[in-house]
């Protein structure tokens, strides 16, 4: 077998089973423990797994660090049950802060076609982008440091406006 085919079956195996051991691997494969760490220190850098003392396992994935982009999609009903419970709790004269949050867009589309006299202070360009139609709430947009793969700004300057 090629390491290349060894190599994906492993990673299909921490994916399946969220983890798997050095010992193990070796005798599935009938290879040194040795070389099966060689492997999962190569996935590793690869960003395929997390190597751990005896093993492996599946490399956790933290939504936020995704781009706006990746997220947006996902989870989409979710999302806008949060943000009609959301939208039950605000009130004509509130001002709401909606930081860079794909549920807090689905909350701005919801704000944008009602008829609620609110502010909304936002650091996301998506949120802002929604309020370019005609709106009885008004936007307060927040400057700082753009960072485009979070789709808003961010930083000292984006905190000390807040």
């Given amino acids: 077998m090629f390491a290349e085919e060894r190599h994906e079956q492993i990673v299909a195996l921490v994916n399946r089973n969220g983890s798997v051991r050095v010992k193990e691997l070796s005798e599935l494969f009938q290879i040194t423990e040795d070389s099966i760490r060689k492997d999962l220190t190569i996935l590793e850098r690869k960003g395929l797994l997390k190597k751990t003392y005896g093993g492996a396992m599946r490399k956790r994935v933290n939504l936020h660090d995704l781009n706006v982009s990746q997220r947006k999609d996902r989870n989409t009903q979710a999302k806008q049950m949060i943000a009609s419970k959301a939208m039950k709790l605000i009130k004509d004269d509130d001002m709401v802060f909606l930081d860079i949050?794909?549920?807090?867009?689905?909350l701005?589309?919801?704000i944008v076609k009602s008829t609620l006299n609110?502010?909304?202070?936002?650091n996301m360009v998506d949120i802002m982008l929604e309020f370019m139609v005609p709106t009885v709430s008004r936007l307060i947009?927040?400057?700082g440091s753009f960072s485009s793969g979070r789709d808003g700004f961010t930083g000292s300057l984006t905190d000390r406006q807040l």
């Fill in 141 to 143: 947009m927040l400057g």
């Fill in 108 to 110: 701005a589309r919801l």
């Fill in 101 to 106: 949050s794909t549920a807090n867009l689905e």
């Fill in 118 to 122: 609110i502010i909304v202070v936002t």
